[in-house]
């Protein structure tokens, strides 16, 4: 009875605790939005559900070491051992509660978490798109605007000035394009809030245009303007619009196990056949010289097939000198170019398995943290009964040194598979080891 009293009690802190943790991260994404009172209790609702299998092992945790801490403080414990009773004896109806505790956990996250989460993660990506004058970052470029990217070298959060400013404007095709550059600048929402008022000072503007004749002759392919001020309206819906939920489906702390093992058996089959595809790709690669004759060119040709390859220092001397420099020059740009290529193949095959696997480690995460409640039982009762102090005092400073041993190796396992640097079996069960 003590111990679910305390259990309960002990949930709602670590709740409120976890949220403002929570909280703080995305506080810049909150403040100065006119967000209405409804999207404010979604965002913290969604937030407490996503977050109650966190709070679950906390609170097992501290109200375990408070129960048995308590029982030690007056004596009990010791008149439970005198009467010929273990302290597993004693454990026996609470092990049954954190037993349903754990089920609870694998409940939320496999039928609560998934949609809490989708649905927090499309909140948070419509309060980022909501008054982008507010949330323009400094030193990169923001996409938050339709056919834009505007870079902002420096911003004062004073007076609102935007320093060093760059932006692309794209409607559709190439003979829209514009770029404008300019020293400072202002970004307002107009007062229906369908449009962005840009206040431009000392800038260029250069701008693609459709090829007109002059004259039946010339042709302008561009337009290059030089400006003191100038003010610049840009289509963007103010209102508090969700963001498309297809930008987020991959998302794999969205997903039920079900539905993780689903689609990492369709994104294990699509990484096989796009590696397959660039291993074919890789062999049909011909790097021959373009002043090869047809003979040399279908001995070459023969011998890449058998396996084997024919004298090159030979053939390459039975060339002359502006034919070897020419040939010289040419490997060199194939292989700059071939590089070039497996680069950006390696960054996208990266990307292709870190996607493969991160749904592996969300779906061993679902039942490792279960398995986490249940160890923190084992954890906090013994070691109340050991130091034999209650109250919130002791038990709460060896609780939050435990969960932060914990929290490290747990998030640094995660970070450590995701990267590919540990096995994903490593990484996830690191902390429940």
């Not at 819906?237 to 702390?253: Q, W, Y």
């Amino acid at each position: 009875n003590q111990f679910g009293l305390l259990f309960v009690a002990t949930f709602f802190i670590c709740q409120f605790v976890l949220m403002m943790q929570f909280l703080w991260r995305y506080i810049d994404d909150l403040i100065g939005k006119g967000l209405t009172m409804d999207v404010m209790v979604q965002f913290f609702w969604y937030m407490a559900l996503m977050l109650v299998p966190q709070a679950f092992p906390l609170a097992i945790l501290l109200s375990s070491l408070i129960a048995y801490g308590n029982l030690g403080e007056s004596s009990e414990l010791t008149a439970i051992k005198a009467a010929g009773i273990s302290l597993m004896q004693s454990m026996r109806s609470i092990i049954i509660i954190v037993l349903l505790v754990a089920g609870l956990s694998v409940y939320f996250q496999e039928k609560i978490g998934p949609d809490a989460n989708k649905n927090l993660t499309q909140l948070l990506v419509s309060m980022k798109q909501k008054s982008p004058e507010l949330g323009v970052p400094e030193g990169v470029f923001y996409d938050g605007i339709p056919n834009t990217n505007l870079y902002v070298q420096r911003k004062d959060m004073n007076t609102g000035m935007l320093y060093g400013m760059m932006i692309y404007r794209q409607t559709g095709s190439y003979d829209d394009q514009a770029i404008i550059l300019a020293d400072s600048g202002m970004m307002q929402s107009t007062a229906e809030k369908k449009h962005l008022l840009l206040t431009l000072w000392s800038g260029e503007w250069f701008e693609n245009m459709k090829q007109q004749d002059i004259g039946g002759a010339a042709e302008i392919p561009y337009r290059r303007e030089t400006f003191a001020y100038k003010q610049v309206l840009l289509d963007f819906d103010g209102d508090f619009n969700l963001a498309d939920a297809s930008s987020i489906s991959g998302n794999a702390k969205a997903k039920s196990s079900k539905q993780i093992l689903h689609d990492l058996d369709s994104i294990r089959r699509s990484n096989d056949s796009i590696g397959r595809g660039f291993y074919e790709e890789a062999k049909r690669y011909s790097f021959a010289p373009p002043h090869l004759t047809a003979v040399d060119s279908v001995r070459l040709k023969k011998a890449l097939a058998a396996g084997s390859l024919p004298d090159l220092d030979s053939l390459y001397a039975s060339y002359e000198e502006d034919a070897q420099r020419d040939i010289i020059k040419n490997a060199a740009r194939q292989a700059q170019m071939g590089a070039s290529e497996v680069a950006s193949k390696a960054e996208y095959v990266e990307y292709l398995f870190r996607q493969e696997r991160t749904h592996s480690l969300e779906i061993i995460g679902k039942f490792t943290l279960a398995l986490s409640c249940i160890i923190f039982f084992f954890i906090g009762a013994p070691l109340g009964a050991i130091i034999r102090k209650g109250g919130l005092g002791v038990p709460v400073i060896i609780s939050v040194l435990v969960f932060i041993v914990f929290y490290i190796f747990d998030n640094s396992g995660y970070r450590m598979a995701r990267d590919d640097n540990w096995t994903v079996w490593f990484g996830r069960m690191i902390s429940t080891a």
